[in-house]
């Protein structure tokens, strides 16, 4: 099974601020990696598939990079409504597994 | 749009088996996956295993002995049964689809929420 870690697990932050958030495999996954955005009392939301690749509704201050083991989630110009928990998931190999999350608070 | 709506008991006896269905509106069952994922403080977001509407299903090793998904396409649903429940199955329950090649979920359900305790 690939383990996904993300870095940290928690942000302190401001709203305006550019943040970077991390995602590490234990093995190659390609860039078959999805990132999620969850907030309170509800359901994970596709924000980034193909490590890059924007969903639906999600603005340009959203980006994704990275490939093989090491990705990245950038959030620039945070707005209030980006405070939220995001997590990765590995689709390239069985079973798919997710990271623990990195909450993002605001400072 | 496709919309996914899950339901079943929210308490279960340890022992038990737990059934849960998902069902689909705003859109077909045909052509699609269709994952349970469960979330726990204690494990995160674990995926549980995908059903194709062709019936070809797969699980997640660590519960492959406890799962079973099927599917009823005249209803537009598909379902969830984990067996021996334990404390440990306590867990936010999601249904979600995803597309052939494209195994990243969109869209989830809002989730159901199956506590285990006697």
């Given at each position: 099974?690939?383990?996904?870690?993300?870095?940290?697990?928690?942000?302190?932050?401001?709203?305006?601020?550019?943040?970077?958030?991390?995602?590490?495999?234990?093995?190659?996954?390609?860039?078959?990696?999805?990132?999620?955005?969850?907030?309170?009392?509800?359901?994970?939301?596709?924000?980034?598939?193909?490590?890059?690749?924007?969903?639906?509704?999600?603005p340009?201050?959203?980006?994704?990079?990275?490939?093989g083991?090491?990705?990245?989630?950038?959030?620039?110009?945070?707005?209030?409504?980006?405070?939220?928990?995001?997590?990765?998931?590995?689709?390239?190999?069985?079973?798919y597994?997710?990271?623990?999350?990195?909450?993002?608070?605001?400072? | 749009?496709?919309q996914?709506?899950e339901?079943?008991?929210?308490?279960?006896?340890?022992?038990?088996?737990?059934?849960?269905?998902?069902?689909?509106?705003?859109?077909?069952?045909?052509?699609?996956?269709?994952?349970?994922?469960?979330?726990?403080?204690?494990?995160?977001l674990?995926w549980?295993?995908?059903?194709?509407?062709?019936?070809?299903?797969?699980?997640?090793?660590?519960?492959?002995?406890?799962?079973?998904?099927?599917?009823?396409?005249?209803?537009?649903?598909?379902?969830?049964?984990?067996?021996?429940?334990?404390?440990?199955?306590?867990?936010?329950?999601?249904c979600?689809?995803?597309?052939?090649?494209?195994?990243?979920?969109?869209?989830?359900?809002?989730?159901?929420?199956?506590?285990?305790?006697?």
């Amino acid at each position: 099974e690939i383990v996904m870690t993300q870095s940290p697990a928690t942000l302190s932050v401001s709203p305006g601020d550019t943040v970077t958030l991390s995602c590490r495999a234990s093995q190659s996954v390609s860039s078959n990696l999805a990132w999620y955005q969850q907030k309170p009392g509800q359901a994970p939301r596709l924000l980034i598939f193909g490590a890059s690749a924007r969903a639906t509704g999600f603005p340009a201050n959203f980006s994704g990079s990275g490939s093989g083991t090491e990705f990245t989630l950038t959030i620039s110009s945070l707005q209030s409504a980006d405070f939220a928990v995001y997590y990765c998931q590995q689709y390239n190999n069985w079973p798919y597994t997710f990271g623990q999350g990195t909450k993002l608070e605001i400072k | 749009q496709v919309q996914l709506q899950e339901s079943g008991p929210r308490l279960v006896k340890p022992a038990e088996t737990l059934s849960l269905t998902c069902t689909v509106s705003g859109g077909s069952i045909n052509n699609y996956y269709w994952s349970w994922i469960r979330q726990s403080p204690g494990k995160g977001l674990e995926w549980i295993g995908y059903i194709y509407y062709s019936g070809t299903t797969n699980y997640n090793p660590s519960l492959k002995s406890r799962v079973t998904i099927s599917l009823d396409t005249s209803r537009n649903q598909f379902s969830l049964k984990l067996s021996t429940m334990t404390a440990a199955d306590t867990a936010m329950y999601y249904c979600a689809r995803h597309q052939p090649g494209r195994p990243y979920f969109d869209p989830w359900g809002q989730g159901t929420l199956v506590t285990v305790s006697s």
